[in-house]
């Protein structure tokens, strides 16, 4: 069945440093979510991604979805501590009846 | 529009019990799914419901079932609980399902079973 991995896991930055964490897919998808989760919350949908090679902006976040619609990154530029949470990838796979595989998230820790 | 609504948000089985957990889904959507969400497994998808069919299901045993009511509303259900069964229960709704559109999660319900 479709897997999708997510790397790293963990990930501790001094605030204002960057972060990036990457989607891979075992195979082709339809499209591509983030979502993020703070502490003792739920999933929050941040974003979804169709096209290859799209690119879409949020503030300071960058998400990016590659050209073989395989894998995808979501980059934030000078981390804040509001930014702290685990955040997920989630791919669909084309066709009918597919369902979303979540990736196992990216815990990503602020140092202030 | 109120959000997704899960109940209970807290519970406590012993092993060999069952458990019914509910979710109402976001006012005019016609996709629930649950999904396990355990610290070393990630989001785990269990099944998704839509105009009360089973659409999709993920790779649980059979103690791990579900429904949907005419209204969108959607239960689950544990039977012969195990100590591996403890983890955040987590039911989203979207308009489409199958991750074609936004999944809007609740709150979660946080199972033990001791």
């Known amino acids: 069945g479709q897997q999708v991995m997510q790397i790293p896991q963990y990930q501790h930055v001094q605030e204002g440093e960057d972060f990036t964490t990457y989607c891979n897919s075992s195979t082709t998808l339809s499209n591509i979510q983030w979502y993020k989760q703070r502490p003792g919350g739920h999933p929050v949908f941040l974003i979804q991604l169709v096209k290859s090679g799209e690119v879409k902006k949020q503030k300071r976040l960058t998400f990016q979805f590659g050209e073989a619609k395989k894998n995808s990154s979501l980059h934030i530029t000078a981390t804040q501590t509001t930014d702290v949470g685990t955040y997920f990838c989630?791919?669909?796979?084309?066709?009918?009846?597919?369902?979303?595989?979540f990736g196992i998230g990216t815990k990503l820790q602020v140092i202030p | 529009k109120a959000g997704v609504t899960q109940t209970p948000r807290y519970l406590i089985k012993t092993r060999g019990q069952q458990v019914t957990l509910s979710c109402s889904p976001i006012s005019g959507h016609r996709s629930v799914s649950w999904y396990q969400q355990t610290p070393g497994q990630g989001l785990q998808f269990l099944f998704e419901?839509?105009?009360?069919?089973?659409?999709n299901k993920g790779n649980f045993p059979g103690r791990f079932s579900g429904r949907q009511f005419s209204n969108s509303r959607s239960e689950m259900n544990v039977s012969t609980l195990e100590l591996g069964d403890s983890a955040l229960y987590l039911c989203?709704?979207?308009?489409?399902?199958?991750?074609?559109?936004?999944?809007?999660f609740g709150p979660g319900t946080r199972l033990t079973v001791l």
């Open positions: 989630a791919g669909r796979p084309p066709g009918g009846y597919q369902k979303v595989t």
């Open positions: 989203a709704s979207s308009l489409e399902g199958q991750g074609r559109d936004t999944q809007y």
């Open positions: 419901y839509f105009s009360e069919t089973q659409r």
